[in-house]
């Protein structure tokens, strides 16, 4: 099982000190907690895209060829890749490029997006989010698989004979992970195609997250691609740790009261009820973890929020030490005795590959 962290790159306020970073400051901080993740032995760094203030979490390939360039072992993904508002030509040569340069430790994430007037800046309408995230990922998927690609569809000029360069490293395309929040048509993509499926899981509640993840099981068993328990499913979560969990909560209540996302709404006990986020101790933090496995069964990835609502560098850094020296070798240990022999481990570029050699 693959145990990694996210970002989503926001530009937040400290409510503690009254400042805000500045766009370096925030891009910096986010190559720092990328090497800190590996440092600390984490499998996967994964970062979103958003192209509106106040987020520096643009041009994401950007960011991960950099992070390769200072890295040798952890993955990097996207926490999301906009397959709704960036041109899948572009995704299959920028992603392609990155797994070259990173020697494979590349996959993705493909998410709708959820910020409404970014669909229009890059000529698109929100109203057709689901069929462009359908027949865009359709092309792209064609494009890492073949060459001389002929194409018509409803939203991009139609294509000839085109080759997507380069190719994908040892003819091997990027894993993929359909991310969704709340639409089971892309749970129903990431069936089809036997892709992974990434389930935010930061804001529901757990019994949302268990339908959305026992749909994919079921359809991804419906397309043959194996049992409903093998299907390659991720999880989100969010947490902040202390070793005594009322100075954690203490800590953390400032920066979630004067969150932009959930600050001024529910209070941080309520959100703690009724989603995934953890506030705590390290231990409590193992036993919600691995209490998700009850309601969305074996999965291969789980990736933390931590870097978000304001937090300081500093205060980041920490809990990236707390998390890979106290938490995440507990949870590698006691999710390994509980996965079935027949349930697979997350794909890697060398697991695919290795598949490949295999079926040939």
């Known amino acids: 099982m693959q145990f990694g962290i996210f970002t989503v790159g926001d530009v937040t306020l400290d409510p503690t000190t009254g400042r805000v970073p500045t766009e370096q400051e925030r891009i910096k901080a986010t190559v720092a907690i990328a090497e800190k993740a590996e440092e600390v032995g984490l499998d996967v760094f994964a970062t979103g895209e958003h192209h509106n203030p ?23 993904s996207t926490a999301t890749t906009l397959i709704t508002t960036t041109d ?56 890492w698989r073949e060459t001389d690609v002929d194409w018509q569809g409803r939203f991009r000029t139609p294509l000839q004979g085109y080759t997507s360069s380069p190719r994908p490293l040892d003819d091997v395309p990027p894993f993929v992970w359909h991310g969704s929040i ?22 529901w509640p757990a019994s949302h997250t268990e339908q959305m993840v026992g749909l994919y099981r079921r359809r991804f068993e419906h397309y043959g691609h194996g049992s409903a328990d093998q299907a390659i499913v991720g999880l989100g979560g969010q947490v902040f740790m202390r070793a005594n969990s009322q100075d954690a909560v203490r800590e953390f209540r400032p920066y979630f009261d004067n969150a932009p996302v959930y600050g001024h709404g529910p209070s941080l006990e309520d959100f ?9 101790s390290p231990q409590q933090v193992i036993e ?70 295999v079926a040939a």
């Open 54 to 76: 106040p987020f520096i979490s643009s041009n994401p390939t950007a960011t991960l060829a950099f992070v390769a360039a200072r890295t040798e072992r952890i993955i990097l």
């Open 88 to 143: 899948p030509v572009l995704i299959a040569e920028d992603y392609a490029k990155l797994q070259h340069l990173a020697d494979g430790r590349v996959d993705l994430v493909m998410g709708r997006g959820n910020t409404g007037p970014v669909y229009p800046w890059f000529g698109k309408d929100i109203r057709q989010g689901l069929p462009l995230a359908v027949e865009n990922y359709a092309l792209l998927h064609r494009l």
């Open 182 to 203: 709340r639409s089971p048509e892309i749970a129903e993509q990431a069936a089809y195609y036997g892709d992974g499926f990434f389930a935010n899981h930061i804001f």
């Open 288 to 357: 919600r973890t691995l209490g998700f496995r009850e309601y969305v069964g074996d999965y291969q990835r789980q990736l933390f929020l931590m870097d978000h609502a304001g937090l300081p560098l500093k205060t980041v850094l920490e809990q990236l030490d707390i998390l890979g020296e106290q938490v995440v070798p507990v949870l590698r240990e006691e999710f390994a005795k509980l996965k079935p022999a027949h349930v697979p481990d997350a794909p890697t570029h060398q697991s695919l590959l290795e598949s490949r050699r």
């Open 272 to 280: 703690m009820a009724q989603t995934p986020l953890t506030v705590g």
